[in-house]
């Protein structure tokens, strides 16, 4: 698998990612990591794991304890492929907010006019209707 896929399958747990938002404060050792989380020390032993092998930490010893420590890198390569979609999707809202102030102002032009139109009785038949004394072949 790709860096990039291993990076946003971490990034697929809600865990993962508080525990990423707790690491942007400074380093933090499993026992610290662990006390908000409702799951086991182990549980979170293995999240780590998962965010380590895709390169988002990396751990070290400090005396007994051992301490994660956030890496960036791998945050800023997904935020730059993330980032072309927003350009494709800007672009794409532009076109849409065009095309609703295009109809817009043809519903208000063509409301303008219809009240004229109104006063006038149509001639055009409704699809699906018949000339009366023809028959259907």
């Keep these: 698998m790709d860096q990039l896929s291993t990076v946003f399958g971490a990034l697929a747990d809600p865990t993962r990612r508080a525990i990423l938002a707790r690491l942007a404060d400074?380093?933090?050792?499993?026992?610290?990591?662990?006390?908000?989380?409702?799951?086991?020390?182990p549980a979170i032993s293995r999240h780590l794991k998962v965010l380590e092998h895709a390169g988002l930490i990396s751990r070290?010893?400090?005396?007994?304890?051992?301490?994660?420590?956030l890496e960036a890198e791998p945050l800023r390569d997904a935020t730059q492929w993330l980032a072309r979609y927003q350009a494709y999707w800007d672009e794409s809202f532009d076109r849409l907010d065009e095309l609703l102030a295009s109809l817009q102002r043809r519903q208000e032009?063509?409301?303008?006019?219809?009240q004229e139109q109104q006063s006038k009785?149509?001639?055009?038949r409704r699809p699906g209707k018949r000339k009366r004394g023809r028959k259907a072949s």
């Design 121 to 124: 009785p149509s001639k055009q």
């Design 109 to 114: 032009q063509g409301s303008e006019t219809g």
């Design 60 to 69: 070290s010893r400090r005396a007994t304890a051992r301490l994660s420590h």
């Design 26 to 41: 400074g380093d933090l050792a499993v026992r610290d990591l662990a006390a908000p989380f409702p799951v086991s020390q």
